[in-house]
């Protein structure tokens, strides 16, 4: 295995017995970077310049005895966190060229850890889409089958660590944005509970609902990082004023006593049999550790993906309200008056799939039908929580599939926006929820495709969760299989 395809906690083993300096892991990832983006094309801004900077004075900070696990490490960042000095456009048009003046919380605490920033990764025009086809940019591959997407909204951060052109990678999550291609390009994905992780510096797509967390090769390294970017941030109300604990700290327990519920309704009628017959394999899987199995009901599942897209699209349409052509972003040239510069700004600025959330949520929320659809979506939003936290008084974890089927070939949904919105059938409730939950491999289908598991805990439970998830991991080699692309 070359140094590109280690594992975070392996490389910094590395790195301070001084096997391998951070430049030449840079340099190592460039290399990789420069051989297979061109395939993959998982960024949207490279950063070399500043990484070698960067990783230099990580090298000094090892020599002095300082570093910490993510000193010296090179990772990936999705486009719509805000990197002081860095072009930040969410892959629109309408903030092409616009330059952070500050740093997200979440960049700044892996600044402070020493941490080494490749670049910024596609998605999805503003986290809206659940294949990376909806960048204005560039599509995203996946790096197991060229031809297929590697999900969304964060694929081209999914794609950065599947293809070793990042050690790891942060992505957003605002209804499966992080697990859904965490399962597609088989790595571990993780969306904490909401307020775990600062929001302060990530572009909003729909404030109740969107969260950081990263995406990594295995379990420990999603541990690692979430000790450094989780806790308590003054600058984002929601932020959960609560002691973290150490993440990593538990995860060589043992499943003896653990309950494991599995929720009838997500084992429908279109799921695919390979995904199925996977989901089924971990069950076996984690009854041989000694966890106790448990079929629960979450009775109002069938209503997610309903909600989902009336609040969250209310949400987005709020907030994509500041991208008008007046203080930054896109302006359109020479109009007539103002009502002109407000309707051909945002017309040229937002792609077909973000005006048309911006067009329901605009819907659903006025005069009339407020009642009707948005507030409705919250009393619904209630009892789906309601169904999470009457599942957790009899099970510790819920174990779930990620995706009904493993990565779709390029262009196969893009006519049917319904059916790419049921790409995240299982991912939802949980942002629905507030909760915490994992996507991991679990397998692989003939055609070679990955397949991956969800898990889901109680609020603020990510060691539970991470525990939960090590143990499996740890009796399979699904997580150090990396594609072949060059």
């Given amino acids: 295995m070359t140094w590109i395809d280690r594992t975070a906690h392996a490389l910094h083993d590395a790195l ?3 096997e391998v300096s951070s430049r030449e892991l840079v340099n190592a990832f460039y290399e990789r970077i420069d051989a297979v983006e061109g395939k993959t094309r998982a960024y949207l801004e490279l950063l070399k310049t ?8 990580a090298d000094r900070r090892i020599s002095r005895g300082g570093a910490g696990p993510l000193t010296g490490i090179p990772l990936a960042l999705k486009d719509n966190l805000c990197t ?108 904490p509970t909401y307020g775990r992780v600062s929001r302060y510096g990530l572009v909003a797509f729909a404030s109740s609902l969107d969260q950081i967390g990263p995406l990594t090769h295995d379990v420990r390294d999603a541990a690692t990082v979430l000790n450094v970017i989780a806790g308590h941030d003054s600058l ?30 997500y084992f429908i009628e279109g799921i695919d049999s390979e995904v199925s017959a996977a989901i089924e394999e971990v069950i076996d899987d984690y009854r041989r550790l000694g966890a106790e199995i448990k079929e629960i009901s979450l009775p109002h599942t069938e209503y997610a993906v309903a909600t989902y897209y009336i609040l969250a699209t209310a949400e987005a349409s709020s907030n994509l309200a500041r991208y008008d052509g007046v203080r930054f972003g896109h302006r359109t040239a020479h109009p007539k008056d103002l009502l002109e510069l407000y309707m051909k700004s945002r017309s040229e600025g937002f792609g077909p799939e973000v005006k048309r959330r911006i067009m329901i ?11 009707a659809y948005y507030k409705k979506g919250q009393q619904v939003r209630t009892l789906i929580k309601q169904d999470f936290d009457a599942a957790f008084e009899s099970v510790d974890c819920i174990l779930t599939p990620t995706a009904p089927t493993a990565a779709f070939r390029s262009g196969e949904k893009t006519g ?8 995240d059938i299982f991912t939802i409730s949980v942002n ?12 692989f289908t003939e055609a070679g495709l990955p397949i991956g598991c969800q898990l889901i805990a109680r609020p603020f439970d990510e060691a539970g969760l991470l525990k939960t998830a090590h143990a499996f991991e740890q009796t399979h080699d699904f997580h150090e299989r990396r594609p072949q692309l060059v």
């Fill in 16 to 18: 301070l017995k001084k």
């Fill in 50 to 57: 500043s990484a070698l900077l960067q990783a230099d004075e």
């Fill in 84 to 191: 002081e000095g860095t072009k930040t456009s969410c892959a629109s048009k309408i903030l092409e060229g616009f330059i952070a003046p500050y740093d997200a919380t979440v960049v700044s605490r892996l600044r402070a850890a020493g941490a080494v920033f490749l670049g910024k990764t596609n998605l999805d025009e503003f986290a809206m889409g659940s294949s990376n086809e909806n960048s204005a940019f560039d599509a995203t591959r996946n790096p197991w089958d060229l031809a297929c997407v590697p999900g969304g909204s964060s694929g081209g951060s999914a794609a950065s660590v599947a293809a070793s052109e990042a050690v790891f990678s942060l992505g957003s999550d605002t209804g499966g944005s992080i697990r859904q291609p965490a399962s597609f390009c088989g790595v571990v994905g993780l969306k």
């Fill in 236 to 265: 984002d109300s929601t932020s959960a004023d609560l002691v973290c604990p150490d993440f990593a700290k538990p995860l060589s327990s043992k499943m003896s006593g653990l309950r494991i519920g599995v929720p009838l309704e």
């Fill in 361 to 371: 949520g605009t819907h659903v929320l006025s005069s009339g039908y407020y009642d």
């Fill in 416 to 423: 049917d926006p319904l059916q790419m919105y049921l790409s």
């Fill in 432 to 443: 629905l929820a507030g909760l915490p939950a994992l996507s991991m491999p679990c397998g």
